[in-house]
């Protein structure tokens, strides 16, 4: 292999082999471009497998449900067998309380010789994962069921199955894109970057110097104006990433300006790290909030302000913003309702490979990891759905059975504005400024019938709340840009982007019933 791989006609028989209709006759390939593609020096093989594969292909997509012996077989084809089915045999072999089983799979017509599947298997109660390189039968041994409920689980509902689609090396290639994200590097900023490029269309074009406006006055700031944030690197980056990703955000923060009876400035913020590292909602002046975005925050992140009109300006009750957010200082960020802004409809709001499949298995992981993370995260939100109370997950994916309808439907319920938690009402960054306008007086005779728990950060910056009349934005605003934005620039190298910004009227039920698939983000009329 040594000798032939300083032949440069050996990748380009890859490229050729790829194409060659090997399969028309039934003939199977005895190897794979991408199978042997690590074999390559590594300056070749990996350009090429990140042009094949991206971070999304570390998610795994839900085939189906295996079930007991008797009900239908599950059929489908996989990523490199074409062939596939599965059933699930209960028994008891252990001598147990409940028993155990045995899940088969399956494999035959195989795409090469040396290609492979991975797949990962989860009821309520578990997670386990397996690859299959061989066409034949294999099992997977369930010695026991946790307990009685994962059993009649398992006798109605099967097991999940989901398939890493990109197969072993496609998942490796896919997490070398994943892990990136999140690292406070050049390196994780580009990764950022390119993933909003690739997936969301954005554009990331460079601005003129200097990146930081000069604020030595900031008298044209004034209160109920929204500060929209968007971070591209470290763990905030990365975690913004996907969020604006699965919502159609271009940012992923927000805080709000408010003016005290003596003039001086503040931001409110939901999500500020308070010295025992916890996400809280805070009051700090403005100078310490500017000060720390722009020596201490290391997420590179890139602010714009948004004048509310002077209108709604006019509006504003400062003294009521001023009494919900003094409630309101000290309590934890909205974890609660964070993903519940996102997901409004059973199958519109999950890019490919997302599903209410994969939400449910994801969230049984963390159950399982993190427990306590898992019910500050979902399970009292699940359960404010269900009307029920201290129902752990596993308990809730088996109540939604009971009651005859999916684990989708029960995401897609909308959140409350008055549902309190254990830990009192949960407002993530963007509610708790919307929230502050319901008090301000800005949402009107609609504030009763609008749930701003159901926004997300590009919900809020649509809003028609905003100056619409750029010779009224203040003299510094881009003032250093050849390009002249709707909005206030402050901080950031390159230019925000916030489509749809200002555009929206009000109207009853906003937001609950919207999909935001990537990259066009169609939004129906009144959803």
Known sequence: ????????????????????????????????????????????????LNSLYSAVDIMPTFVGVASIEGNKTLEWKGACFFKNIAWLELHNKSNSQFGGGTLHIKVSNAHSWTCMDLYVFAT??????????LSREHTLEIKEWESQAELEYVKHKGISIFLMQAGMLGTLSALWDVLPLFTNTGWGENSNIGFLKKHMGSSFEKRPQPWVTNLTNTDDIHSGDFLAISK????????????????????????VCLRDSEGKLWVGESGNENDKGEDVIALLPWEEWWEFELTKDDSNPHIALLPLHPDLRAKF??????????????????????????????????????????????MTVWNQLQPAYAANMWNEALNKRLGTKNLSLPDVLVEVEKRGFSFAKLLAIPEQDDWVYSDGKSTSCVAFIL?????????????????????????????????????????????????????????????????????????????????????????????
């Not at 003939?27 to 390559?40: G, I, R």
């Open 232 to 255: 591209i690197r470290g763990r905030w980056g990365g975690f913004e990433t996907l969020e604006k990703w699965v919502s159609g955000a271009y940012a992923g923060h927000s805080a």
């Open 1 to 48: 292999m040594a000798v032939i791989l300083k032949n440069h006609s050996f990748i380009t028989f890859l490229f050729l082999f790829q194409f060659l209709p090997w399969q028309i006759h039934g003939f199977k390939t005895p190897f794979h471009p991408k199978d042997v593609l690590p074999l390559l020096p590594r300056q070749v093989s990996w350009p090429i």
């Open 317 to 362: 009750n400062e003294t009521a913003a001023w009494e919900y957010a003094k409630s309101m200082t000290g309590m934890p960020y909205g974890f609660h309702n964070l993903i519940f802004s996102w997901i409004d409809t059973i199958d519109g709001n999950y890019p490919s490979p997302l599903d209410a499949n994969l939400v449910a298995s994801v």
């Open 435 to 527: 929230e502050m306008y319901k008090e301000a007086g800005l949402f009107g005779e609609l504030a009763s019938s609008i749930q701003v728990t159901e926004f997300t950060i590009k919900d809020a910056y649509s809003l028609k709340f905003f100056e619409n009349n750029s010779s009224r934005l203040p003299k510094w605003c881009n003032a250093d840009d050849n390009v002249k934005l709707p909005f206030c620039q402050i901080r950031g190298k390159y230019r925000m982007e916030l489509p749809g910004y200002n555009s929206m009227d009000l109207y009853p039920h906003m937001n609950e019933r919207c999909p935001s698939m990537p990259p066009k983000y169609y939004r129906p009329k009144s959803c």
């Open 124 to 133: 309520p109660y578990r997670v386990t994962w397996d690859y299959y390189v």
